[in-house]
């Protein structure tokens, strides 16, 4: 039994089950790492910023965090990323053939997403703009909306 007010560190997965809103059995606190002090750090650069020791899931798990009634959850939602985003795909389009492994280490697991993506995309225009593209075709994303505004102006 525990005394009421006690704070304890629980996996993620009790926490959901344990959270009811109507009940309040319990309340969430985040984990420091998602406290504003905190955020402001993981905003700089992610040169510089080792978010992937910190957390390789870092985004994953903040955005399960939004399920809990935190009055920082839109601050744990826009702010790192968002800041981020930008100097990773910058990083990933101006680093053709070279070893971009220090850079990469330090990302969380969707900003290595991301960047993989950027450096995709960076290596299919360089092999179409050299000729060795057999023809230009469109992303799965614009596919996938067409046929969704196709189906539904049908209906």
């Not at 998602?34 to 957390?55: I, Q």
């Not at 101006?94 to 850079?103: M, Q, V």
């Not at 960076?122 to 505004?149: C, H, M, P």
Request: avoid cysteine; aromatic fraction near 10%.
């Amino acid at each position: 039994s525990l005394v009421q007010g006690s704070k304890l560190e629980v996996p993620l997965w009790l926490a959901k089950g344990l959270h009811d809103s109507r009940r309040r059995v319990i309340s969430v606190e985040p984990p420091k790492i998602y406290k504003e002090a905190w955020r402001m750090v993981f905003s700089a650069d992610a040169n510089v910023v080792d978010l992937h020791k910190m957390g390789p899931y870092y985004y994953g798990f903040g955005s399960q965090l939004l399920n809990f009634d935190n009055p920082e959850n839109p601050e744990i939602a826009q702010t790192t990323f968002i800041s981020r985003f930008r100097r990773i795909m910058d990083s990933s389009q101006n680093a053709y053939n070279e070893d971009t492994s220090a850079l990469v280490a330090r990302m969380d697991e969707l900003e290595r997403a991301l960047f993989r993506a950027g450096q995709k995309g960076l290596n299919d225009f360089q092999s179409w703009e050299k000729g060795q593209a057999s023809q230009i075709t469109a992303s799965s994303l614009v596919q996938n909306y067409g046929k969704r505004k196709f189906t539904d102006m049908d209906g």
